[in-house]
C-alpha cells in the first residue's frame, strides 16, 4: 500500500521562503509522478507543479513559475517544493499526490500540510 506523508509547512511572512516534503513509502516502483495541489478556504483544489519519477521532467503553475521548485530524491523516495517569495495568496493547504502506472490520474493523496502567508 502507498502512502504519502507532507511535511514542511508553516507560518511565514510575505516574501519569505518554505520548504515541503513529501515522503512516500510502500510500492513507488509503480509511480509515474508525484504533484503537489493546493487549496485555500472556500476555493476550488487547483495543481502547483509536478515532476515524473524516472526523468525528473517538471511542470508548473503559472502563478507558481519562478517561485517554486519542484524536485526529488528517489533514493529517499521523497518530493520536494521549495516556496521563494511567498505571497499571501499562496496561503493553503497543500498536499502532495501521486500518479500510477496503469491508473488515471493522481489517485494516492497524503492529508496536506498548512502554509500560511502574512502580509
Known amino acids: 500500500q502507498v502512502q504519502l506523508v507532507e511535511s514542511g509547512g508553516g507560518l511565514v511572512q510575505a516574501g519569505g521562503s518554505l520548504r515541503l516534503s513529501c515522503a512516500a513509502s510502500?510500492?513507488?516502483?509503480?509511480?509515474?509522478?508525484l504533484g503537489w495541489f493546493r487549496q485555500a478556504p472556500g476555493k476550488e483544489r487547483e495543481f502547483v507543479a509536478a515532476?515524473?519519477?524516472?526523468?525528473?521532467?517538471?511542470t508548473y503553475a503559472d502563478s507558481v513559475k519562478g517561485r517554486f521548485t519542484v524536485s526529488r530524491d528517489n533514493a529517499k523516495n521523497t518530493m520536494f517544493l521549495q516556496m521563494n517569495n511567498l505571497k499571501p495568496e499562496d496561503t493553503a493547504v497543500y498536499y502532495c499526490?501521486?500518479?500510477?502506472?496503469?491508473?488515471?490520474?493522481?489517485?494516492?493523496w497524503g492529508q496536506g500540510t498548512q502554509v500560511t502567508v502574512s502580509s
Open positions: 499526490a501521486a500518479a500510477r502506472i496503469g491508473v488515471r490520474g493522481y489517485d494516492i
Open positions: 510502500g510500492r513507488t516502483s509503480s509511480f509515474l509522478g
Open positions: 515532476i515524473t519519477w524516472n526523468f525528473g521532467s517538471t
